[in-house]
């Protein structure tokens, strides 16, 4: 079974500065895909970053970044330079590919992020 | 533009009732999937499709039901079986279902009164 936690429900960070949100994994696949999504007050989900785990490199995408440490299972989302409208309820999710697990997204509980001015 | 349809937005549905929400999408996908969200929760996979006339159950498939007669489309059904009802629904589809990622629509929201 796949499992994501996000241990933190809540982040404060100050307008134009990086913040860092945690996520950690648990999976027997072999190979797998790890995504952020971002949900804001609206609802939608928006998605922000992939990485493969195959991936050597770490995924970039503006922004964001996304600090994938595979001995560690964790793949961290970092946000440069924030902005208010980065205010939002963030998703860490993984998509098996072995068994049934294959296909799937899993997700964590969601942090809540609230850019200050 | 391409993109993903759910109506209607808000949906309030008395006990005992059966209840259709609608999923659109002109992306051109394959597999298409619904979502259940509880407040302050993550997702939860309902039901996924592959392909036409084919779906498959998720983690939570009870009281729920779908059918995939087009390509575009994959309207998911709460039964009155379904125990708590009352949640935000979202629907999301994919190039094929290990491929890609999964993208979203704006969601419904259903309340039983």
């Known amino acids: 079974a796949q499992k994501i936690t996000q241990t933190q429900p809540g982040m404060f960070v100050q307008e134009k500065e990086a913040v860092t949100l945690d996520c950690t994994y648990d999976?027997?696949?072999?190979?797998?895909?790890l995504f952020w999504y971002k949900q804001p007050s609206s609802g939608e989900m928006i998605f922000l970053i992939y990485q493969g785990s195959y991936d050597e490199q770490n995924a970039t995408e503006g922004r964001y970044s996304l600090n994938f440490q595979k001995a560690r299972k964790s793949a961290n989302l970092v946000i440069s330079a924030s902005q208010l409208g980065d205010s939002a309820m963030y998703f860490c999710?993984?998509?098996?590919?072995?068994?049934?697990?294959?296909?799937?997204?899993?997700f964590g509980q969601g942090t809540i992020l609230t850019v200050h001015p | 533009d391409g993109g993903i349809t759910q109506s209607p937005k808000y949906l309030f549905r008395k006990e005992g009732q059966n209840v259709t929400l609608s999923c659109e999408q002109n992306?051109?996908?394959?597999?298409m999937y619904w979502y259940r969200q509880d407040p302050g929760q993550g997702l939860r996979l309902i039901y996924y499709?592959?392909?036409?006339?084919?779906?498959q159950k998720g983690d939570i498939a009870e009281g729920y039901s779908v059918s995939r007669e087009k390509k575009e489309s994959f309207p998911l059904t709460v039964t009155s079986a379904q125990k708590n009802p009352t949640a935000f629904y979202l629907c999301a589809s994919s190039i094929a279902l290990a491929r890609d990622t999964q993208y979203f629509g704006p969601g419904t929201r259903l309340t039983v009164l």
């Open positions: 999710a993984m998509r098996g590919a072995d068994g049934t697990s294959y296909g799937k997204l899993t």
């Open positions: 999976t027997s696949d072999q190979s797998y895909g």
């Open positions: 992306l051109n996908h394959d597999a």
């Open positions: 499709s592959q392909i036409v006339n084919d779906f």
